[in-house]
């Protein structure tokens, strides 16, 4: 595929949803005795924690010099570049992360009920209460942009993961190579009229803070009810 068109983008307000799990209290508090305690604690954990390991020594793909430090929330920008999962995603495959966000909450919502529907098919139970917290960030410089494109022609932006995934992983890998890429501002393939995001750089994830909680409840349909706590 050839390289994209690019936009500069000054995009305030964009919104990633993430699971409100990741932001309670550190698991090993409650182990702790005292403050001492709980800093030897979290080194026995850092040997196993994806984002610290990484922090130090990297991924194939991702320099540890890359991650942000001293900002408000750079825990949670760094760990969307450090864990990855099995396969990847649309834009990055298991040797580095990304930041993936929309312009629309509608579109986060719809995004992130998509694949957690998929989890309950595959073990055929529709039963399940997850709360999503709103990571609103803004983003400012040049991105490639699909939006021109038609989404039933172009393989990155097919609705099947199967398919879709593979295409735009290889075609981010191109324009990370040969364009030093910042990210791309691509089609939803969940919500009609949706904008996504997908950031390939830390530091572009600027301002970010926590917005509100949503939660998502699935009761034996494949659609879950969507409520704002």
């Known amino acids: 595929m050839p390289l994209l068109p690019t936009v500069d983008l000054a995009q305030r307000d964009t ?81 580095r992360g990304a930041w993936y966000c929309a312009f629309e909450v509608e579109t986060s919502i719809d995004e992130v009920s998509y694949h957690l529907t998929r989890e309950l098919e595959a073990i055929a139970r529709f039963e399940n209460t997850t ?44 324009l990370r190579s040969e364009a030093a890429s910042n990210g791309i501002v691509y089609p939803s393939a969940r919500r009609a009229g949706g904008t996504c995001l997908v950031a390939f750089v830390p530091d572009l994830v600027q301002n970010m803070r926590q917005g509100g909680i949503w939660r998502l409840e699935w009761q034996g349909s494949p659609i879950p009810s969507v409520t704002r706590a």
């Open 15 to 95: 919104v990633r949803l993430i699971s409100t799990g990741r932001l309670k209290e550190p698991v090993l508090l409650p182990l702790a005795a005292n403050h001492e305690a709980l800093e030897n604690l979290a080194g026995l954990e850092s040997v196993t924690n994806g984002r610290l390991k990484a922090q130090e020594a990297g991924l194939p793909e991702l320099d540890p010099r890359e991650l942000v430090f001293g900002r408000a929330g750079y825990t949670l920008i760094n760990a969307a570049f450090t864990h990855t999962r099995p396969g990847g995603n649309r834009f990055n495959g298991e040797d």
């Open 131 to 174: 709360d999503y917290a709103e990571l609103i960030a803004d983003f400012y410089g040049e991105f490639h942009d699909l939006r021109g494109v038609d989404p039933d022609t172009e393989p990155p932006l097919h609705h099947n993961p199967s398919v879709g995934y593979p295409a735009g992983q290889a075609l981010a890998k191109q």
